[in-house]
């Protein structure tokens, strides 16, 4: 079973962002004079990415440039929480995160550098920070996943709003505790307002939703028949397809990719920053480029089935190119209000 996202990124994750976690500190990692100094071979890298996904990738990192990567696993939130807490005085040199909120909830504290112009442009505008501060290096796309015996391809709703109307009660697979869905929901707030997300949210509640604690079991649960649709990001169809040794193809759960740049279609990314302690620290700078090489983004498509997000890589087989989604117009750096999303979450009563 994969670890992976397949793990619950559970609400207080998020509330973590605003107030800090002093337990991530450890004396055995040192302290900011003593780690990541520059061009000595060695950085240290805050991964809210899951260990079994990234640390193959860090391993040849370390394998191509001599550089060792000093690691620090944590959930994306308490890692922006504690770099908040650390502030100058942290020993990262990057923060590598699951989410563009949490990128943007640093970047506000002023603690990243500006990324070269050369590694910024290797980005879209739309997967990067407006002023360079931090990059996407791998894409995902919220999609429907839904069973075509229970739900016809033409009968598949236009909007992730339509989904509170009548003929979907009790159909809908969702995990509001998933650190998605809030990136999702904080979507729906920065587009249209909290007045349109609260209304949203109490019409999934009304609907007898069917509330899983992650992603991966509802993709299962469709492709099994137990519940109709869910709300899901699109590389878990590749991830459960690999589990059980056969193609996203051979499933028979299909991704339904809301038209017309609905907020159910957001795009959000995974990327990095470095810290200002380590802006001229050619080290950090290697390995940011490195992920925005095409060994490891080539290694996001075809092991943890994300989109790349340099040109010339394909992404997955299974999905549209990135290029082609009809992506809602939301800046990602206005994904970084968590908190507020957790707590209109939990007044809907989505969760206890």
């Known amino acids: 079973m994969l670890a992976t996202r397949r793990t619950t990124r559970v609400l207080i994750a998020a509330s973590l962002l605003t107030i800090g976690l002093a337990a991530c500190g450890s004396d055995e990692e040192g302290t900011a004079a003593d780690l990541g100094k520059a061009d000595d071979k060695q950085i240290t890298v805050y991964s809210g990415r899951n260990e079994q ?146 209304e949203f949210l109490a019409g999934l509640k009304a609907n007898d939703p069917q509330i899983r604690d992650g992603n991966g079991k509802i993709v299962e649960d469709v492709n099994s028949g137990v519940v109709p649709v869910g709300l899901v990001n699109h590389y878990y169809l590749g991830e459960i397809a690999k589990e059980k040794g056969t193609t996203p193809e051979a499933l028979k759960v299909k991704l339904h990719f809301f038209p017309g740049g609905d907020t159910g279609a957001l795009v959000n990314v995974a990327g990095v920053g470095v810290l200002n302690r380590s802006a001229t620290d050619p080290d950090a700078q290697k390995f940011v480029d490195f992920l925005l090489g095409t060994e490891a983004q080539t290694h996001f498509a075809e092991q943890t089935f994300e989109y790349p997000v340099i040109t010339g890589v394909p992404g997955p087989a299974y999905v549209p190119a990135l290029a082609d989604l009809a992506v809602p117009q939301i800046d990602l750096n206005d994904l970084d209000t968590l908190d507020a999303t957790v707590s209109m979450i939990k007044d809907s009563g989505l969760v206890p």
């Open 53 to 198: 996904l990234v640390k193959p990738l860090l391993d040849k990192f370390t394998q191509q440039t001599g550089i060792t990567v000093n690691a620090r696993y944590a959930s994306t939130a308490q890692l922006a929480a504690q770099l908040v807490e650390e502030g100058d005085k942290s020993p990262a040199d990057v923060f590598f995160a699951q989410d563009a909120g949490a990128l943007g909830t640093v970047a506000k504290r002023g603690m990243f550098s500006t990324l070269s112009e050369t590694t910024v442009e290797k980005v879209p505008p739309t997967y990067r920070a407006g002023n360079g501060q931090w990059v996407g290096v791998s894409a995902r796309a919220r999609v429907l996943a839904y069973n075509p015996d229970q739900v016809p391809a033409d009968q598949l709703p236009n909007s992730v709003f339509d989904l509170t109307a009548a003929q979907w009660k009790g159909k809908v697979a969702f995990a509001p505790t998933n650190a998605s869905f809030q990136a999702f929901v904080t979507a729906i707030r920065v587009q249209h307002g909290d007045a349109k997300a609260e």
